[in-house]
């Protein structure tokens, strides 16, 4: 909304510099985002909330000006005429679309130029003259806010208006010479044969006022503003009138306005008004419901010390009548343009907003501890985050919206994201079920950028078709990390990912041995590179390197990348429990190592599993800790076998082993080995 | 026999002087020190002595046993010294170290945790929500009524899903944190101050300033009581926490439908310094968050008793602040996430 400092003066006396008026009327909620000079004139651009219709034009600033300055405010008397009281052929079918229309006839009007003084107003405002009638109507809507339309009578047919929604099909060139396509959700103005304007929002170009127009109808209206605002956003079109009319204009001014507009037209284009008349249910005197408060609340609201005068003095300047029996109890009744003052905030607003939030007291209460606990799974959260950061892994956060198409390229087409009506775009059209394809884009992002070596994760969310749930994601691509003292670099691999989810776990206090990995058919990894993750029998998760032709759909420049996808609602509901001491062994432990070819059918993690299990049987000691330590593959071995070394703790709680008797323990667990689960010792 | 010992001085001294490993060293005791060396040569001669030349030769030997001893110490770790430096290769100690990498938090993470982390010392408790959301919280509960003009600022991202709560209406992606102020109420009972952060989402077309999805922070605090004074005070006691003792702030009436009276915070730019500036738009003032008592439509929408409770609410844009904070000047480079970014913060 922009408002002419010039113009603004013919109502108030600005009585303070340009800049202190900027500063003032901001802090007053009525921000000034630009300062403009325009000819002899300074515009201020103001940003007016949607709850202000009232400030949408001159006269409602300078209400404002008057309270913030204190000054006293000048509108321009409009005195009521009385017109012929012949009537308009007026039908309104939509009584909901449009509360009220006055018409007016104005007969042999002179179509001519526009005044200086008029014009330079409305060219400090940026519009630009037509004609004026136009231009009278432009100036009107400025000055009051009542959006008002003239029609060249003798082109409407049949002489008549008829208010109501348009038929399927029906089109209307509108002044800005586009034809539009209507339907029934659009309210018009009509003649006996078409559509002339589009109700609130614009006019049509055939019933327009030109010099050739002789005689005019004068519309001013009151319509829906929830119709108005919808046909604006259907029809792609927001205009000075709709603008307005969808905030809400004032109801008395649909009478005003069109009474100060005839008055102009008379002065300034002669002609005479031959009939004029108001059709529908519009009242156009109306009072809003009063609101009693007293300074007392007031003052609790705000924690301040003001007094009734003060109050009473600023309501007043902004058109509210103030009524008050005692000095503590007001009763208020808001002026009918202020539809937005409904309750006590709102007066409170008012008074404060003009006294400036800057000038009231300020305290810093002391909480009191709420009864809502912490939510829990921010700390737990924070626990993974930190662990993956300190494995040197960073945090990324990535757009949850992918597409279908990229979902396909992941080789998760069975996925159902949950789709967006309205998508920004097609890229973004729905909410994504994996993090593959958003790690996957910033990975390819990174290499194409020069970055190779990329140790990320998220701690995102999935959305499934029934919830969102919180999700873990780590990708990993690249070197290691780049250490000089290396031969050669060491290129990340499967073991690196899940070293670094098992890091995590245990970091977390979540034990090692509920924790199983076993393999996976996902297709989205390469075979024989995937697997399960799996918690107290329930799959929480997958890990392995991503198949290459992913990479290659993703436009990733690149051989082997590792994913992993980690259910975190079920980590976090995994009981950790508060850590046990146990106490430091007492006694020195012998170390013991265990050769063996294994047949690839056969995983070390069964292998590890009855190791541990049969550990807890020995005589007069147990296993304490047991450490894979190498694997081979090559010509000393079988084809069909690896060869895989564990290395074994043997400790006692009573006493220091004797090295024959962890030996000849060891000696038969090798061959109970050998026995059960068919391996070599080498 | 007689022991000429100023000569033996002599030699002991040339010869000791002659000393440079720790074999040398050992020869060199054994010479004087050794079972056949030469101070027992001189004990063993003694017998043969006259009375009055054995003390006064004893004497000679035992100094000059001393002597030899303190020699052999003092040569020892002499040559210790020098052994320990000629075994050690000579680092270039400013060769740069091994280092392990090093993970970041996301900038946008570390800047929500010190944001909330300030609120949680005043007495604040975090709380969560879901991004997918009704109607019903992101706006009636909002006092944001369907077709109102106030809803063009939240424009929002609806879903094909439909609310299984409410025939006819879908689910949307929240366009704002407040919802969660919906839950909370509906939840618990006052007194409470929580702060919520999260993800929300809006259509706007991806430039330097606006994201489709962005993160907000959202507090609240309900209790009998609570006055506009105190939102001034817990306000700018984070803005001073937040942004420095030295900035100045001023709080700019506004409209949002679920606070009344509603303002917005500015800080003075801290760029320029309240000059004029570029990034403050010429103003001299930023922008950095909305907030208001809650309006009484919303304790009505959560079935509070009718003027039991105040509250004040507020909230503010992550990203804003960590472009203002950090001088970032382009909101899409949070989730480009190219490494050389991350690895900054």
């Known amino acids: ?682 | 026999m007689s022991w000429n010992f100023q000569q033996i001085q002599v030699d002991v001294q040339n010869d000791a002087d002659n000393v440079a490993s720790s074999h040398e060293l050992e020869a060199f005791r054994i010479k004087y020190l050794g079972k056949k060396g030469l101070i027992p040569k001189i004990y063993a001669s003694m017998g043969i002595l006259s009375k009055e030349e054995r003390p006064l030769v004893g004497k000679n030997a035992n100094d000059l046993r001393n002597h030899i001893s303190q020699i052999l110490e003092g040569k020892k770790q002499e040559i210790k010294q020098k052994e320990k430096l000629s075994t050690r290769e000579d680092l270039d100690v400013t060769i740069p170290g091994a280092r392990a990498n090093l993970g970041h938090r996301h900038i946008l993470t570390q800047t929500i945790e010190s944001i909330c982390q300030i609120f949680v010392q005043m007495g604040f408790v975090i709380q969560e929500g879901p991004e997918i959301e009704t109607e019903f919280n992101n706006f009636e509960a909002l006092n944001i009524p369907i077709d109102h003009p106030s809803r063009d600022a939240f424009d929002t991202f609806y879903l094909e899903t439909p609310d299984p709560q409410q025939k006819e209406r879908y689910l949307l992606l929240r366009s704002q944190t407040s919802p969660g102020q919906i839950r909370t109420m509906q939840q618990y009972d006052p007194p409470f101050a929580v702060v919520i952060p999260g993800k929300v989402y809006r259509p706007d077309a991806v430039d330097a300033s606006h994201s489709f999805m962005f993160h907000q922070i959202e507090g609240l605090y309900v209790a009998r009581d609570v006055k506009m004074s105190d939102l001034k005070g817990l306000l700018t006691v984070f803005c001073k926490k937040f942004f420095g003792n030295d900035i100045k702030m001023r709080f700019r009436p506004h409209f949002f439908p679920f606070t009344e009276p509603s303002a917005e915070v500015d800080i003075s730019c801290y760029i320029c310094g309240g000059k004029g500036c570029s990034v403050c738009g010429r103003k001299g003032w930023l922008e950095i968050m909305g907030c208001g008592m809650v309006h009484p439509c919303v304790f009505e929408a959560v079935n509070y008793p009718k003027g039991k409770y105040t509250g004040l609410a507020f909230g503010l844009g992550v990203e804003r602040i960590a472009m203002l904070k950090h001088g970032i000047h382009d909101i899409r480079i949070f989730y480009e996430n190219d490494n050389r970014f991350l690895n900054q913060f």
């Open chain 1, 1 to 682: 909304m922009k408002i002419s400092i010039k113009w603004l003066n013919d109502y108030v006396d600005v009585n303070v510099p340009i800049e202190t008026l900027s500063q003032r009327l901001t802090m007053a909620g009525l921000e000034v985002e630009k300062i403009e000079k325009v000819g002899g004139d300074t515009v201020f651009e103001l940003e007016i909330t949607p709850n202000r219709p009232d400030c949408l034009n001159m006269l409602g600033l300078a209400r404002e000006t008057s309270a913030i300055l204190n000054v006293s405010f000048n509108p321009p008397k409009i005195n009521p005429v009385a017109y012929p009281k012949k009537k308009c052929d007026i039908t309104i079918d939509d009584n909901e679309g449009c509360l009220g229309y006055i018409g007016a006839l104005v007969e042999n009007v002179n179509i001519g130029k526009t005044p200086k003084d008029m014009l330079a107003r409305l060219n400090a405002l940026g519009l630009r003259s037509i004609n004026n009638i136009v231009d009278i109507t432009n100036f009107v809507l400025l000055e009051t806010g009542q959006p008002l339309h003239a029609f060249d009578y003798d082109k409407l047919a049949g002489g008549k208006i008829v208010v109501r929604r348009a038929s399927k099909g029906e089109k209307i060139v509108t002044i800005d010479d586009v034809e539009r396509e209507l339907d029934p959700s659009i309210l018009v103005i009509a003649d006996a044969e078409r559509p002339v304007a589009i109700a609130g929002v614009m006019g049509g170009k055939e019933t327009e006022v030109t010099a050739s127009t002789k005689n005019i109808l004068l519309e001013s209206a009151y319509f829906d503003p929830i119709l108005i605002r919808r046909a604006s956003r259907k029809l792609g079109l927001s205009t000075d009138s709709s603008y307005r009319f969808e905030r809400g204009v004032d109801k008395e001014m649909v009478d005003t306005g069109s009474v100060r507009a005839l008055g102009l037209i008379l002065e300034l284009a002669q002609g005479a008004v031959l009939a004029r008349s108001m059709t529908g249910a519009l009242k156009t005197k109306k009072s809003l419901k009063k609101i009693l408060i007293s300074l007392d609340e007031i003052n609790h609201h705000i924690g301040a010390k003001l007094n009734t005068a003060k109050c009473r003095t600023i309501l007043k300047k902004l058109g509210f009548s103030v009524q008050s029996d005692d000095r503590n109890h007001f009763k208020i009744q808001p002026p009918p343009f202020r539809e937005d003052i409904k309750g006590k905030p709102d007066i409170v607003e008012e008074i404060i907003r003009i006294i400036g939030y800057d000038n009231l007291p300020l305290t810093v209460p002391s909480i009191i501890m709420s009864n809502i606990s912490v939510d829990p799974r921010r700390g737990k959260r924070d626990k993974i985050a930190r662990n993956l950061c300190s494995q040197g892994l960073n945090e990324v956060i990535t757009y949850t919206m992918i597409n279908q198409a990229e979902l396909d390229r992941a080789r998760q087409h069975h996925l159902a994201g949950q789709k967006i009506q309205n998508p920004l775009t097609q890229d973004y059209e729905m909410m994504r079920p994996t993090l593959l394809p958003s790690l996957l884009s910033i990975l390819r992002n990174n290499i194409n950028k020069g970055q190779k070596n990329v140790q990320f994760f998220e701690l995102g969310k999935i959305y499934l078709p029934k919830k969102e749930q919180e999700t873990l994601g780590i990708l990993l691509s690249g070197i290691k990390s780049i250490d000089w003292r290396d031969e050669k670099p060491q290129v990340i691999d499967y073991y690196d990912l899940k070293g670094i989810i098992e890091n995590m776990f245990l970091d977390y206090h979540l034990d090692l041995k509920e924790v199983s990995f076993e393999i996976s058919d996902e297709e989205y990894f390469c075979v024989g590179q995937r697997a399960n993750i799996i918690l107290k029998n329930k799959r929480i998760g997958v890990l392995g390197q991503i198949d290459e032709d992913i990479l290659t759909d993703f436009g990733i420049k690149r051989t082997q990348a590792f994913f992993a996808q980690i259910d975190l609602e079920t980590v976090y509901r995994y009981k950790t429990e508060c850590v046990h001491f146990i106490p430091l062994p007492e006694y020195p432990s012998v170390q013991r190592d265990i050769s063996l070819a294994v047949k690839k059918d056969l995983s070390a993690g069964k292998i590890m599993r009855t190791l541990r299990e049969w550990g807890k049987t020995l005589d007069g000691m147990e296993i304490v800790s047991m450490r894979f330590i190498e694997k081979y593959e090559g010509e000393k071995i079988a084809n069909d076998c690896r060869g895989y070394v564990f290395s074994l703790q043997y400790q006692s709680k009573k006493q220091t082993l004797r090295d024959d008797d962890v030996s000849c323990a060891h000696k038969k667990l090798c061959e109970k080995l050998v026995e059960h689960l068919s391996v070599i010792i080498r």
